[in-house]
Structures are given as C-alpha cells and as structure tokens.
C-alpha cells in the first residue's frame, strides 16, 4: 500500500505481558517470552503491538501502579531484553507502543514514599494532599472508582492524599511544574530508546480542580461513584495545553503516535481530545458495551463517523484488559461462527482496528474461583462483581501443559479448553478463527479500499444484518455481515449494483461471482465482496 502509515493502517495487538508467553519459568509471561513469538506475530499480521505496563510495579494494579517509570521490571526483563524485543519486532516491521500511566504512581514509588514523610518534604506536592475537614472527615466528597472515597488518611502526617484508582496508587500533582516536567521526559526518554508509541492511561484525568471542589450528587447510580457528576475531579480546561505540548514531543519523532484511553468516556467527549496538535487518537469504546446487535454497531460507526468529521482516524475495539471478551460476551458455547462476523466488522470497518491477545483464537473468559482472583475489585466486590481476571488468563499455545505458556503453575489459572483451543491446532484447521483473522488481516494489506476506503452503510429490510460498501478510488467492497442464525436475503439498490467478485466468506467454500442485485446470506455469515472489474 502507497503511504503506509502504521498506527492508521496497520492493525494493533495488545498484549498484556504477564499472560502472552513465559521464557523464564516464572509463571509470569515476559518480555523474551514476547521476543520468542514474534514469528507468529508476523505471520498473523499485525502492524504494531502496545505492551500492557512493563515498568516496575508492586503489582496492587498488574503494573498499572508504576514504580519507576523509567526502566523495566525484572520479573519481566532487562533493559537489554527489551532493546532485544524492540530490534527483532522492527526487523519484522512490527512497531512498539508503551502503555503510559501518568496519572499516578505505585504508592512504592520513590516520590511517594519521600512525599509521605513530612509535610515539607520536597516532594509533598508531587501528589495531592489536604488537611482533613472538621472531624478527619476527607476535604471533598471525590470517591475512588475501585470504590469508597478517593482520600486515604495518612496517619503520619495527618493529611489526606487523593487517589482516584486503588489508595496504593495516589494520584500525581500536574500543576507541580518538577511533576510536569518530569513526566513530559518519560516521553522522550522511551522515543530515544526507539519506541513507536504509546497509549496514555485515562489521561483526561490528569489534573483536577484547583479549588478541589465538591463534585455534584445525582439521584440515581448503582455506587456513590456513579451517582456524582464527575466535573471537578475529570477533564479539566489544563488538559489541552498540556496534549499540545506531549503533541510537540511526539512530532519531532517521525510517526511517533499517541492513543488516549478517556476515562468516563463517550464518543464526544473521546472525539473533543484527538486532533492534528493533540492525540493523533482516542478510543472509541462503544463496541465494548454493545450486545450482539448489528443496528447498534452501526449506530456507534455513524456516531463516531460524525464526531470525527475528518479530523481524526477513527479506530475500534472489541476486546482489551478490563473487560469480557467477546467470546463470551456474544459467543455461543465452544462455537466461534459469531465471532468471525464480528472480526469481519472489527476489520474492514474505516478505523484502526486494536486486537487483543487471544481474540485471534476465540478465547474465552477463564472461570475463577473467590480463593483465584488475583484482581482487588474481584475481592471486593464478589460475587456481584468478580474482577477483571477472566479476560487476562494465559495464553493458549499448544495442547501441552499449561497451554504451553509456561512450564511451571501460571499466576491464573488456564482455560480448561486449552487442550482442543490452542494456536497450534488452530493452524492445522484451515476453517479455524485463527485462520480466519489471518485472512482477514491479509485482505487488509491486498487490497486498500477495506483500509482507506469511506464507508457507506446500506440499509436492508433485515434488522439482523449489517451491510456496508467502502469505495477508495475506482475500488468497492461490500460487507455484509449477518447476526443471526437463519438465512437472510440481501437486496440491492440500483445504484449498488455489480458484478461482485467474492473475497471472503466464513460459510461458502465457492469463491464464487455474485449476482448484482440480490444474494442470500447465510446464518452468521460474514461476507467480504470486491467489485470484480
Ligand atoms: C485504566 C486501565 O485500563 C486499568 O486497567 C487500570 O486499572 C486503570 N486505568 C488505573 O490505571
């Protein structure tokens, strides 16, 4: 493809490293564990990987509580073996994204632990800390999203320090202009390192109201979290100058890149932080809340489609680390025919597409016991709530112990499928998910028109399809994508018409031409057509 830029063309693969493959026996997936399958990362495809945290963490959050934002942590490597990963994952053509997390710190972090001991100490106001109001009550009413109230009292001190996730994780004082510049030169020192890019953990939270005003109640929410409105502790103005400056940073890179995870998200709000001198991208996590349900899919495209209007690059994701994947949201049992409509859709849809490790081969959610959960919300709130564990258990490599993923007790367990669902017997089914995804990530690079082209939904009688057509240049593609399991007559308008030549199909073993008007769909299929001349 002419002008192939990698974060807007390419497909992204998240891996969280604990889970992906462990060379160390450990039990816990690394960083040469990542190096060693770098083959099979090629051949599925992918243009680029973003690394859940690698920095050294007491692991409170599974890395999302970083002790020291500037080097790697053992358990998963050196220095050396990460310059190793990114030098082979290069040579494969495929680019590195740094998960950063910049909102706060571990509470093991050198800062912190300074910060805590005195009042004046020079690093007090790195972090944010309140006298508490009358009766030690905490200074607002802020809670943490993990639950309770966002003020841990230290009892040293007798201050409150603020944290938005888990009290071991404080949150960090931008408005401290040693903080400011200090975290601004974690960018550069990875981009020296050679990375590519990086996804900014809930950046829109990275300041709060100077004033730490009182957010306002609601009537109705499940938690105390959800019934206040979250103005004063989320998006503040101060946060597009400080975009514009990380934008500065990246640009002298040369396609360097920057996603922003936007915590409490909607499309709008997404949409307001990426733009040509702030984030090149935001997710869009709509695909992530939807049930199995094509005209919502489609509404969350024209809805993204429109609050970008051009000046942003769109991108979608059906799975990541925080949520249940999709073979158990939308899947039937051990049947993966759902599964390969929705990558259908994820792949040819006008956005980057983000994968996450497993989806490929139709992973499921892992079952864990009260005495497995590693994830504290899991012990927290079970069993209403059981933590994020299922999504993140080992990867399944082989038919061997441990799914080959370790030769030791991983730290979750397996899924017990691992014996029939695994990479390996994957590649030998040539109608398996595995292949399927593979196909589909090929397409991508044959043929522009499923990456660059517009999109242009085609409404159908059925509301259990989705059919769309992408045009780039003289080239159009039509999908059409049924959600359910009968056969469904699609139908074309005039102006629709040609002769399709048929380019993928997860049901039909024909490569056949199709007619121009009118074709049958069969029960969950997903159909790829190119116009034939
Ligand atoms: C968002 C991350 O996706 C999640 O895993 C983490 O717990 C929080 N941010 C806190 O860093």
């Known amino acids: 493809m002419k002008d192939f830029l990698w974060w807007r063309d390419g497909v992204i693969y998240q891996i969280y490293p604990r889970s992906f493959s462990d060379s160390n026996h450990d039990g816990i997936g690394d960083l040469e564990g990542i190096r060693q399958r770098l083959d099979y990362l090629d051949d599925l495809g992918v243009d680029a990987i973003w690394l859940s945290p690698i920095y050294p963490s007491p692991d409170v959050d599974f890395g999302y509580d970083v002790s020291d934002y500037l080097s790697i942590d053992p358990k998963f490597g050196s220095m050396r073996d990460f310059g190793l990963l990114l030098k082979d994952a290069h040579r494969h053509g495929i680019h590195i994204i740094l998960d950063l997390v910049l909102n706060h710190t571990s509470d093991q972090h050198p800062w912190f632990k300074e910060s805590r001991e005195s009042l004046d100490n020079p690093y007090r106001d790195y972090y944010i800390w309140h006298e508490p109001k009358p009766g030690r009550n905490p200074p607002n009413n802020w809670q943490s999203i993990f639950g309770g109230s966002g003020w841990e009292l230290d009892h040293h001190t007798s201050q409150y320090y603020y944290h938005m996730f888990y009290k071991e994780q404080p949150d960090l004082n931008w408005r401290n202009h040693k903080v400011h510049r200090a975290l601004l030169d974690v960018f550069r020192f990875w981009l020296d390192q050679g990375v590519d890019g990086f996804r900014l953990d809930v950046f829109n939270v990275f300041f709060k109201d100077s004033k730490l005003r009182n957010n306002p109640t609601k009537l109705f929410g499940l938690r105390p979290y959800e019934r206040q409105e979250h103005i004063f502790d989320c998006d503040q103005p101060e946060m597009m100058h400080l975009l514009q400056e990380i934008r500065q940073i990246l640009d002298a890179y040369p396609e360097s890149y920057a996603v922003g995870e936007t915590f409490l998200a909607n499309p709008e709000k997404a949409g307001s932080y990426c733009g040509k001198n702030i984030l090149h991208a935001t997710f869009n996590f709509e695909f992530l809340r939807n049930s199995w349900n094509p005209k919502r899919f489609l509404n969350n495209v024209i809805q993204w489609e429109h609050v970008l209007r051009g000046k942003c690059w769109p991108n979608y994701v059906l799975n990541n680390h925080d949520t249940v994947r999709t073979s158990t949201r939308f899947g039937e049992g051990e049947d993966d025919q759902r599964l390969k409509v929705a990558a259908a859709m994820l792949l040819t849809m006008r956005g980057t597409p983000f994968l996450y490790y497993g989806e490929e081969i139709g992973m499921r959610n892992v079952r864990i016991k009260h005495s497995q959960i590693k994830d504290p919300i899991g012990k927290r709130y079970w069993p209403f709530y059981k933590g994020r564990d299922g999504c993140r258990a080992p990867m399944q490599w082989e038919a061997i112990p441990n799914a080959g993923f370790s030769t030791v007790e991983p730290w979750l367990p397996v899924h017990s499928d691992y014996i029939q669902r695994n990479v390996t017997n994957q590649y030998r089914d040539p109608h398996s998910i595995l292949n ?65 030549r048929l380019l993928l199909s997860n049901q039909r073993k024909k490569l056949e031409i199709l007619s121009a008007d009118s074709f049958n769909l069969e029960g969950n299929e997903a159909l790829i057509l190119l116009n034939a001349f």
């Open 436 to 500: 399927f995804y593979k196909k589909l990530l090929a397409l991508r690079k044959r043929h522009p028109v499923l990456v660059r082209g517009i999109f242009e939904p085609i409404q159908q009688k059925s509301k259990h399809v989705l059919v769309y057509e992408r045009k780039y240049k003289n080239q159009r593609a039509l999908i059409a994508l049924n959600f359910s399991d009968s056969k469904i007559k699609i139908i074309l308008v005039q102006s629709r018409k040609n002769k399709w």
